[in-house]
T-cell receptor, first 115, second 113 residues
Framework: EAQVTQNPRYLITVTGKKLTVTCSQNMNHEYMSWYRQDPGLGLRQIYYSMNVEVTDKGDVPEGYKVSRKEKRNFPLILESPSPNQTSLYFC??????????????FGPGTRLTVL | ELKVEQNPLFLSMQEGKNYTIYCNYSTTSDRLYWYRQDPGKSLESLFVLLSNGAVKQEGRLMASLDTKARLSTLHITAAVHDLSATYFCAVDLPSGGYQKVTFGTGTKLQVIP
């Protein structure tokens, strides 16, 4: 089954404790991206990766890092989480962003709470 | 900075009625996307619009793009309860390879039986 998986799905942590949210896709997609969703703000892009060689910042990259060492995985790293990073996080992938027959597949989401 | 605005933010409509959701954006772009999100769920891609005048239809939903007016519409025909969800439009920021994406704040649609 074609899918994007995220782990963990739910996480409660404390300020300053490093964490990683994993994202994996089994569709051989080139493009992957991370978003955060907050009430009243919609979804905001954190980082994206066009392919293994190209990764760049989205609109809200502060406090986050990413790594794209292999095509299928795109982990999101919070080196020192703070309460303002409490949010719902989505990973997404697409074969090649924006082409006519393309579509973005979203993971199930990770609800993160930073105390 | 690209701004994407959706109207209305909340829409309550009766089954069988027609309505349109509007998505305005502030910077030139010819790539626009529509998504659906059910409560507590992830996002589902509905439409990808890649050129001026593009129109796509799927069931009771039809999306169009006017790049000159910087406007996309999502038209709902004869609404049914199953269409109740939050709908987002998203626009590519035109820089380089069209990679950054800005979402609208969403339109929460409630279809009343």
């Amino acid at each position: 089954e074609a899918q994007v998986t995220q782990n963990p799905r739910y996480l409660i942590t404390v300020t300053g404790k490093k964490l990683t949210v994993t994202c994996s896709q089994n569709m051989n997609h080139e493009y992957m991206s991370w978003y955060r969703q907050d009430p009243g703000l919609g979804l905001r892009q954190i980082y994206y990766s066009m392919n293994v060689e190209v990764t760049d910042k989205g609109d809200v990259p502060e406090g986050y890092k990413v790594s794209r060492k292999e095509k299928r995985n795109f982990p999101l790293i919070l080196e020192s989480p703070s309460p303002n990073q409490t949010s719902l996080y989505f990973c997404a992938s697409s074969l090649q962003y924006g082409i006519v027959t393309d579509t973005q597949y979203f993971g199930p989401g990770t609800r993160l709470t930073v105390l | 900075e690209l701004k994407v605005e959706q109207n209305p933010l909340f829409l309550s409509m009766q089954e069988g009625k027609n309505y349109t959701i509007y998505c305005n954006y502030s910077t030139t772009s010819d790539r626009l996307y529509w998504y659906r999100q059910d409560p507590g769920k992830s996002l589902e891609s509905l439409f990808v619009l890649l050129s001026n005048g593009a129109v796509k239809q799927e069931g009771r939903l039809m999306a169009s793009l006017d790049t000159k007016a910087r406007l996309s519409t999502l038209h709902i025909t004869a609404a049914v309860h199953d269409l109740s969800a939050t709908y987002f439009c998203a626009v590519d920021l035109p820089s380089g390879g069209y990679q950054k994406v800005t979402f609208g704040t969403g339109t929460k649609l409630q279809v009343i039986p």
